[in-house]
């Protein structure tokens, strides 16, 4: 396997992963946002203070933005400059994992078993096209932790400085993309795998030297921003740390299991595997890899399962010290010849890619989702029997196909959101239908939304920060409270008279989504000489000038 990995590997990332990124548009609210606040960075040359349409966004640091900006910088404001950083952040997660398999076991193909693994889970390779910060902090997570371990494999001075300072880095780099939780994640493993190793000095004696080295990569960002923003520090402290993840109000409230479930479907093809990665490790848990590899998930999944916030992505980190553990499994299986496991995992692809299949075609003739898209039917149909025909592979003898449903979950992933249901694409990736009006929208002299997610997609796409928001406020909140966000916002009763002094100084350029009863009305505010186009919940407005 060792000397066709490299081909091979290549050939994935530029089939499944690199091609696909510029065939659909950005999903709201997250992709439109993140690319609108880092075109924002690119056309302001301010590196230090995050923007969102114009106004303070202060629910993340910089950092995240600075890689999704550089991809535009290097290839242009574009779907593939938006999404490329998140492509690259997970190639280097999945090599990261690729590097620690090889350190564990030597003499084994483990390593790049549980590179594979972790490059084909659902979750891992989904997010990969996606332009979102979880794949940068799940980068410097695992490289922070990875440099944990290797600080304690070090067989001398030099290699511990080194993984001590690499683990600072990764952490001062997590930091400035998420958050203090970069700094704690760590932590929660060091402290019981050091407990159960004995070697308090080592970390004392060594620890010092990560905690420097993180607080001088990070604080000049810390200090321009304090400067140029006083409440930044406050309002990110309070706001996403402790009341997402404590506060009785907590974004995205959760059960303690809501993660529990969501492993198994986050695995997928793999997701049989779990119970017997997990055993395996426990047999070997007093073998100082196998303890650090249980600890690596354990810590972080239980942190994650105590908050009282919870998002899928926020488990992101655990996946590599599961592809870890999972390769150590299948190994052991394929090499004892005990593949019931394997099997029972290629039954579940089998069959749930023949239901996927089956459930299209029922709908399609009940209750159609696709009209007049008879590829996008046949390409989604398609990769629901390349996944039960991959399952049926990893059942078949001998066992040389048991990777098979990777080609599946990198069929899923590359494939399936571009093919996605006209209503589906209007509605969740708008940036698509404005792009057929950018001429006449670009040539507007005021344009306004009233949603957040096409707002922001209306922004990118026009290179235009001040989009005018009606009856809308959302995550904008903290910024539309300051002095200087005055009028950026409107209420109904507002606009009539601000929509007739704005027509004075040119046309007035609209998009809006039309979801509710309440969104009907506020299209109905629009004047009737308006050239419009609808589709489905999506409408473009042109409101000429006033005749003077």
Known sequence: MTQRFWPLAVAVLLLFFIVPLGLHG????????????????????????????????????????????????????????????????????????????????????????????????????????????????????????????????????????????????????????????????????????????????????????????????????????????????????????????????????????????????????????????????????????????????????????????????????CFAPLALLMADAVLAALESGRLRVLRFNGWLNLVGGLLALGGLVFIQLHKPVYHHQTASVLLVGLVCLAWAVCGGLQLAPPPALWAAPAVAAWLLVAVVPAAMPEKIVNSKMPDQFIAQYQDQLASAHTLLSNDLGTASALAWRTGRANIQLLNTVGELKYGLSQPDAKGRTLSLEEFPAWLAEARKQGSVGVIMRVNSAGDEAELALMPKDSISYRENHLVFLLIPQAAP
């Open 26 to 317: 950005l999903w709201i609210p997250d992709e439109s946002r993140y690319a609108q606040i880092s075109q924002a960075i690119l056309h302001s040359g301010d590196w230090v203070s995050p923007h969102f349409l114009g106004l303070r966004y202060f629910e993340k640091p910089i950092a995240g933005y600075w890689l999704v900006a550089l991809g535009q910088m290097l290839f242009g404001e574009n779907l593939f400059g938006v999404r490329i950083a998140s492509v690259v952040v997970t190639l280097a997660s999945t090599l990261m994992v690729l590097f620690v398999g090889r350190r564990m076991w030597p003499d084994s193909r483990r390593g790049e078993v549980a590179a594979l693994l972790y490059a084909s889970f659902a979750l891992i390779a989904g997010q990969a096209g996606y332009s979102n910060m979880d794949p940068q902090f799940t980068l410097w997570t695992n490289l922070s932790i990875a440099a944990l371990w290797l600080a304690f494999q070090a067989e001398d001075r030099r290699g511990r400085l080194l993984a001590w300072g690499l683990l600072g880095a990764a952490c001062a780099m997590g930091f400035m993309t998420k958050g203090f939780l970069a700094g704690l994640l760590p932590v929660l493993v060091a402290l019981p795998y050091v407990f159960w190793l004995g070697r308090w000095r080592e970390l004392f004696g060594y620890g010092p030297l990560a905690v420097l080295v993180a607080v001088l990569l990070s604080l000049p960002w810390g200090l321009a921003i304090y400067a140029r923003e006083p409440d930044f520090w406050n309002f990110f402290f309070w706001h996403e740390h402790i009341r997402r993840f404590a506060g009785e109000d907590a974004q995205h409230s959760r059960p303690f299991w809501f993660f529990v479930p969501l492993l198994f479907a986050s695995a997928l093809p793999w997701a049989l595997l779990i119970p017997s990665a997990f055993a395996r490790g426990w047999a070997q848990r007093r073998q100082p890899h196998a303890v650090f590899l249980l600890l690596w998930f354990a810590m972080p999944f239980l942190f994650f399962s105590l908050a009282k916030g919870k998002l899928p992505t926020y488990t992101m980190p």
